[in-house]
Nanobody, 123 residues
Framework: QVQLVESGGGLVQAGGSLRLSCAAS????????MGWFRQAPGKEREFVAA??????YYGDSVKGRFTMSRDNAKSTVYLQMYSLKPEDTAVYYC??????????????????WGQGTQVTVSS
C-alpha cells in the first residue's frame, strides 16, 4: 500500500558527496522498517543500509562513509553518501518492510520498493 519514490541521484567525482531521498506515500512511514539497496549491471542487489526498530545497520562496503536517516514527519528517508568511490556506481533502491527486525540485509524480506535512482561516480 505504501509507494516509494527515490530522488537525488546523479554524476559525481570520486571523493565527492551526494544525498539520496526516498519519499513515501499511501501509509504512515513510522510503521515500516526502511532500507537502502543498490544494484550494478550484471550483479545481485547489495545491502547498503537499514533503519529498523532495533537500530541502524550498514553494509561493510559503506560503513564510515554513508549515513542513513529518517524523518517521519516528512515521510522521507535519506542516504547521505561521502567519499564516494567508482565502485559505488549503481542504481540505488529504497525499500520498506513490516514485521520483525531480522534479516534486514536480505532484499526478499522487503515488500515495497521504489523504482531506483542512478548514482554514477567518475574517477
Amino acid at each position: 500500500q505504501v509507494q516509494l519514490v527515490e530522488s537525488g541521484g546523479g554524476l559525481v567525482q570520486a571523493g565527492g558527496s551526494l544525498r539520496l531521498s526516498c519519499a513515501a506515500s499511501g501509509d504512515t512511514l513510522s510503521s515500516y522498517g526502511m532500507g537502502w539497496f543498490r544494484q550494478a549491471p550484471g550483479k545481485e542487489r547489495e545491502f547498503v543500509a537499514a533503519i529498523l526498530w532495533s537500530g541502524t545497520y550498514y553494509g561493510d562496503s559503506v560503513k564510515g562513509r554513508f549515513t542513513m536517516s529518517r524523518d517521519n514527519a516528512k515521510s522521507t528517508v535519506y542516504l547521505q553518501m561521502y567519499s564516494l568511490k567508482p565502485e559505488d556506481t549503481a542504481v540505488y533502491y529504497c525499500a520498506a518492510r513490516l514485521g520483525s527486525s531480522n534479516n534486514y540485509d536480505v532484499p526478499g524480506w522487503y515488500a515495497y520498493w521504489g523504482q531506483g535512482t542512478q548514482v554514477t561516480v567518475s574517477s
